[in-house]
């Protein structure tokens, strides 16, 4: 069996474990990171894909709120290239209690999340879609973050200082001597072939799998209780601005404009299963439902797709758990010593947070870490631009309109409703080395507006086959996959134009291309 040697072993290749390897990379320690699947595909890349300015806890979670108002501010600094700059909107409608409104207001100041109120019919000019019935709005800080751009910065800006990144690789195994972790046994789920890796320190930043690494290491009472939400995209941008309803967090108060289209979310289920992503009809219906307080009319518009996310929600049974409802769990992150709390020196475990706050997350690990090796070093990544980033630009939405405009005659349109050109598939291809058009997918969003790949998806599977070693077998797996997985977030909102468009995709994938008889 081949074997690596570390001086960090990362379980769990989300924006947490990300970070981690960044921070661990950046103050010159070896690190390698393994994840059962491509980087950010767990709940960092099943989220709603806000920013948060921390109001949204300012009333009820606190020290989540203080913590995601800091690194709102520091996520903007270190990774503009990752962050539409959106605002944030809390409105008080109809339907939410009046009284709230002051409650929000002083929860913000108290936990420094910058709000100012402004008149309602200033709100209205600037989103007219708003229900025009609002009695009082703040504005904050939110913004928009694309979660696979910022995980695969890190991923390259650790790998740059010599971090080994390896995706498609599931701890199977974790190396226990007596009281001491000293690294874990992976597989490639690819291949089947097994690798190990000796670490003088193993984290896992496995989010709501923490409970399941733990167990391979023999450590009981790591509970994080998975809250299973679901959230659903929208055909173009009802809003510009993030909007949120002023009432305490509950089901579909929020509606954040991502790229191209606009997202509502989220409900709040407890689950056994981290791998729960369960689609109820009644939860899809009552989400567009509540859009539809916010934004009238939004059950009108045409809903592209559907899907789930679970938050790592940690109750520590030693102490902390209380047993009721998943709402009422801290977002706060939680790291455990597990020397300090079950006599076992070398592992870390790190869990729950937000997205926002990864960076805060890996540099409290990291510093642990250090302290462990008894080599403390100094955390620079609240300054050190992300690979990609140093410009300081944010995302602008029309800016994809003019860099096609700038090479219509010389570079092919392969993916209209994203407008990828053919250019960027290959580079990633490449880059990548995958012959996975879900990976492809992440990275370039092809195949993520209206006809969900319908137009697009057969051509970039014939400009993979066109790679060296890819054979024919290889591509139409590519092709049945994407589309099998699409259809996972398609069929549950089939109604109206995207049940038209739905129709006419399957036309040309079985009519047409007879996609499952394919060799």
């Known amino acids: 069996m081949e074997k690596l040697s570390t001086d ?35 709940t960092s890349g099943r989220f709603h894909g806000l920013l948060h300015s921390g109001g949204r806890y300012a009333v009820k979670d606190p020290s989540a709120a203080d913590e995601c108002a800091r690194e709102n501010l520091i996520v903007r600094h270190i990774a503009p290239d990752a962050i539409e700059d959106t605002g944030g909107f809390f409105v008080t409608t109809p339907f ?12 913000c100041r108290n936990t420094g999340v910058p709000c100012e109120e402004i008149e309602p019919a ?20 939110d913004a928009s973050i694309d979660v696979w751009r910022l995980v695969w910065a890190l991923a390259r800006g650790a790998q740059e200082r010599g971090a080994r990144v390896l995706p498609y690789h599931e701890a199977v195994a974790v190396h226990r001597d007596g009281d001491e972790i000293k690294g874990a046994r992976v ?44 959230m659903i995209a929208m055909n173009h941008r009802l809003v510009n601005t993030v909007v949120n309803r002023c009432q305490m ?53 045409r809903a592209l797709r559907v899907w789930t996310g679970v938050r790592p929600l940690f109750e520590d049974t030693k102490g902390n758990g209380d047993g009721g409802s998943s709402r009422d769990v801290t977002r706060a992150h939680a790291l455990l010593d597990h020397m300090d709390r079950d006599g076992v020196s070398g592992f870390f475990t790190i869990t729950g947070g937000k997205l926002t ?8 690990t990291v510093d642990a870490v250090c302290r462990q090796l008894g080599d403390p070093r100094p955390c620079t990544t609240a300054t050190e631009r992300l690979p990609g980033s140093h410009d300081g630009e944010y995302i602008r939405v029309e800016d994809r309109l003019g860099r096609r405009e700038r090479h219509l005659r ?21 880059q990548r080395g995958t012959t996975d058009l879900d990976d492809v997918r992440r990275l370039l969003r092809l195949g993520m507006g209206p006809c969900q790949g319908g137009f697009c998806i057969y051509r970039a599977a014939g400009i993979l086959h066109g790679h060296d070693g890819i054979d024919t077998s290889q591509a139409n797996r590519a092709l049945v996959d994407y589309v099998l997985e699409r259809w996972k977030g398609v069929w549950p909102i089939l109604y109206g134009d995207q049940l038209r468009q739905a129709r006419l995709d399957d036309w040309i994938f079985q009519g047409v291309l007879d996609i499952e008889h394919l060799p």
Request: charged share 30%; aromatic share 4%.
């Open 357 to 364: 706050t990864y960076r805060l997350m890996a540099q409290d």
């Open 122 to 141: 200033q709100a209205l000019r600037e989103e007219p879609r708003l229900n025009p019935r609002v009695s009082r709005a703040f504005r904050v800080p």
């Open 410 to 430: 010389d570079d092919q349109l392969i993916c209209e409703c994203e407008l990828i050109p053919r250019r960027r598939i290959e580079d990633t291809i490449r």
């Open 8 to 42: 960090v072993l990362v379980i769990g290749g989300g924006a947490t474990g990300a970070g981690v390897a960044w921070d661990a990379a950046l103050r010159g320690l070896d690190v390698v990171l393994v994840e059962r699947g491509d980087l950010g595909t767990g």
């Open 96 to 107: 939410d209690d009046p009284a709230y409104a002051d409650r929000f207001a002083l929860g």
């Open 249 to 301: 967090p509950t089901d579909g108060d929020i509606i954040v404009p991502i790229r191209t289209v606009c997202v509502v979310g989220t409900t709040d289920v407890d689950t056994e299963d981290p791998d729960d992503h369960s689609v109820i009809q009644d939860e899809v219906d009552a989400m567009l439902a509540y859009g539809e307080r916010l934004v009238p009319g939004f059950k009108d518009a």
């Open 187 to 230: 597989r490639n789920s690819r291949t089947g072939d097994e690798l190990d890796v000796e670490a003088r320190i193993t984290v896992s930043a496995s989010g709501a799998w923490a409970g399941k690494i733990a167990g391979l290491a023999g450590i009981e009472g790591v509970q994080v209780r998975p809250g299973r939400g679901i």
